[in-house]
Each structure stands twice: as structure tokens, then as C-alpha cells.
């Protein structure tokens, strides 16, 4: 499994940005998908997850409300739509996957098996 994360930048606080991850290889409508976040000096962050089905969604409590997840199974891609973004979710955005997930969404990286390259977001204040 590839994935390619993309749609970083910079924004305005209280402005929007949506993050695809775009997903290639082999079969993966069992897996579980997730997004991380990750500033320098500090441990990777759960931010929200979902199954392919998307009978199962997790947010952590910072962004509920706020950020959603979706998947578009034509398309093979997870979106994180994040809006009235904050100066404190400026980070490094990464998508995972998880093969061995059940049905359920892991908030745990090592769950996690394959891992996008990473995009950057900046929300400035």
C-alpha cells in the first residue's frame, strides 16, 4: 500500500484546509485509515481516523466539531476537511493505514502499517 498525502499550506486562523490522501497497492477496504500530526520536539498525534466503510469514525476532543473525515472510494482517497483551523494545529499532517484493524480505528501510530510522506500546515494567527 502507497499513499500520498497532500493539501498542506498556510492559512489564516479560522480559515480552511482540506488534506486528501490518495491510496494505491493492493486491496485495502478492511484496512482503517488515519490521520497523525506531529510538531518538532513533541510525539506524534491521533487526530482523527475512519473505516473504509465509514461506520467507525475517532476524533481526538481538540478537533471535533471542527475536522471531519471522509473517504471516496471511487477515488481511493481519505480527505480531512479541517476548518476553523488554529495557530495550535500547526504540524506536519501524515495518513496512515492500518491492515490489521477489524472494523475499529486505532488512535495508536504503532498500529499503524503504512504511513504517508507527510504534509505541511501552517495556521498563522
Known amino acids: 500500500v502507497q499513499l500520498q498525502a497532500s493539501g498542506g499550506g498556510l492559512v489564516l486562523a479560522g480559515g480552511s484546509l482540506r488534506l486528501p490522501c490518495a491510496a494505491s497497492?493492493?486491496?485495502?477496504?478492511?484496512?482503517?485509515m488515519g490521520w497523525f500530526r506531529q510538531v518538532p520536539g513533541k510525539e506524534r498525534e491521533f487526530v482523527a481516523g475512519?473505516?473504509?466503510?465509514?461506520?467507525?469514525?475517532v476524533y481526538i476532543d481538540s478537533v471535533k466539531g471542527r475536522f471531519t473525515i471522509s473517504t471516496d472510494n471511487a477515488k481511493n482517497t481519505v480527505y480531512l476537511q479541517m476548518n476553523s483551523l488554529k495557530p495550535e494545529d500547526t504540524a506536519v499532517y501524515y495518513c496512515?493505514?492500518?491492515?490489521?484493524?477489524?472494523?475499529?480505528?486505532?488512535?495508536?501510530?504503532?498500529?499503524?502499517?503504512?504511513w504517508g510522506q507527510g504534509t505541511e500546515v501552517t495556521v498563522s494567527s
Open positions: 496512515a493505514a492500518d491492515r490489521r484493524s477489524l472494523g475499529t480505528v486505532s488512535t495508536i501510530p504503532d498500529r499503524y502499517d503504512y
Open positions: 497497492g493492493r486491496t485495502f477496504r478492511t484496512y482503517a
Open positions: 475512519i473505516t473504509w466503510s465509514e461506520l467507525s469514525t
